[in-house]
């Protein structure tokens, strides 16, 4: 059983910056791959980022490249979305998601309740 509670969000002006973060209990979540999808009003839940169990793997939906960081600390059991130059088309609400396996794919089986971003233009 993993539980995931995301925290971070807010409302910021276009070009700022936000980091999400994803705080996750159990004992399997450093050997799982991680991941942050997005969901806007009105439109279907999307892939944003993964990454992979090390860390040493990580993967970007193309609107996002360059801009937003995906990273983790198996430490501290959490998870993090570095949003750079954030644009009106961000605005969503983002879920934090474990994956079944070690590394990054299709396969996600935990889910937070997720922590909305609005950026205003």
């Known amino acids: 059983q993993v539980q995931l509670v995301e925290s971070g969000g807010g409302l910021v002006q276009a070009g700022g910056s936000l980091r999400l973060s994803c705080a996750a209990s159990?004992?399997?979540?450093?050997?799982?791959?991680m991941g942050w999808f997005r969901q806007a009003p009105g439109k279907e839940r999307e892939f944003v980022a993964a990454?992979?169990?090390?860390?040493?793997?990580?993967r970007y939906t193309d609107s996002v490249k360059g801009r937003f960081t995906i990273s983790r600390d198996n430490a501290k059991n959490t998870v993090y979305l570095q949003m750079n130059n954030l644009k009106p088309e961000d605005t969503a609400t983002y879920y934090c998601?474990?994956?079944?396996?070690?590394?990054?794919?299709?396969?996600?089986?935990?889910w937070g309740q997720g922590t909305q971003v609005t950026v205003s233009s």
């Open positions: 998601a474990a994956g079944r396996s070690h590394y990054i794919n299709n396969d996600f089986d935990y």
């Open positions: 990454i992979s169990w090390s860390g040493g793997s990580t």
């Open positions: 159990g004992r399997t979540f450093s050997s799982r791959a």
